[in-house]
T-cell receptor
Framework: DTAVSQTPKYLVTQMGNDKSIKCEQNLGHDTMYWYKQDSKKFLKIMFS???????INETVPNRFSPKSPDKAHLNLHINSLELGDSAVYFCASSPGTGGFTDTQYFGPGTRLTVL | AQSVAQPEDQVNVAEGNPLTVKCTYS??????LFWYVQYPNRGLQFLLK??????LVKGSYGFEAEFNKSQTSFHLKKPSALVSDSALYFC????????????FGGGTRVLVKP
């Protein structure tokens, strides 16, 4: 009955590789997000999608490309991984259009380690 | 630009004592304020939010927060802390003048000792 799920939970890879993280929500929400939490626990938004359309795109290297095949899924693909990409990546979702009052619900996170 | 400050990296409190986690914010428009908790190796869990109305907001697990517009604060409180409240707490804000982006504070680690 997991509301927001992410796979994999842990990802260890070499510099230069390409990897993907998958996110699925079964809450029927229309808006999904990707956040990055660095080693100091600072949490920052990367992207958000509403009904498969990109609505927030923060200053993120274009090596990061989100893909939303349907409104229940938002995957994150990362090309040419760098050491600085090591972090915990959280997926989240919210009802409606991601408006001001909407509550976001977070997945368990994916810990990415780039060696 | 909107911002959130959590001035304390860590708060230590004895079990049974009151717990306060501080949060101040800066916005251009009207603020919508949220508190989340993160347990070790887990995702963030929603605790409560202030949208409008009563300045005292009650949330999950016995937590409450008070919105103070003049002091631009939204401190999280619990009258009697439990050891199981030990976690990382995040305050977040949305600014009606700055789009739908949710901006998080740096987090405050709470350690409740038996």
């Amino acid at each position: 009955d997991t509301a927001v799920s992410q796979t994999p939970k842990y990802l260890v890879t070499q510099m230069g590789n390409d990897k993907s993280i998958k996110c699925e929500q079964n809450l029927g929400h229309d808006t999904m997000y990707w956040y990055k939490q660095d080693s100091k626990k600072f949490l920052k938004i990367m992207f958000s999608y509403n009904n498969k359309e990109l609505i927030i795109n923060e200053t993120v290297p274009n090596r990061f490309s989100p893909k939303s095949p349907d409104k229940a899924h938002l995957n994150l693909h990362i090309n040419s991984l760098e050491l600085g990409d090591s972090a915990v990546y959280f997926c989240a979702s919210s009802p409606g259009t991601g408006g001001f009052t909407d509550t976001q619900y977070f997945g368990p996170g994916t810990r990415l380690t780039v060696l | 630009a909107q911002s959130v400050a959590q001035p304390e990296d860590q708060v230590n409190v004895a079990e049974g004592n009151p717990l306060t986690v501080k949060c101040t914010y800066s916005v251009s428009g009207n603020p919508y304020l949220f508190w989340y908790v993160q347990y070790p190796n887990r995702g963030l869990q929603f605790l409560l939010k202030y949208i409008t109305g009563d300045n005292l907001v009650k949330g999950s697990y016995g937590f409450e927060a008070e919105f103070n517009k003049s002091q631009t604060s939204f401190h999280l409180k619990k009258p009697s802390a439990l050891v199981s409240d030990s976690a990382l707490y995040f305050c977040a804000v949305r600014d009606t003048a700055a789009g739908n982006k949710l901006t998080f504070g740096g987090g405050t680690r709470v350690l409740v000792k038996p």
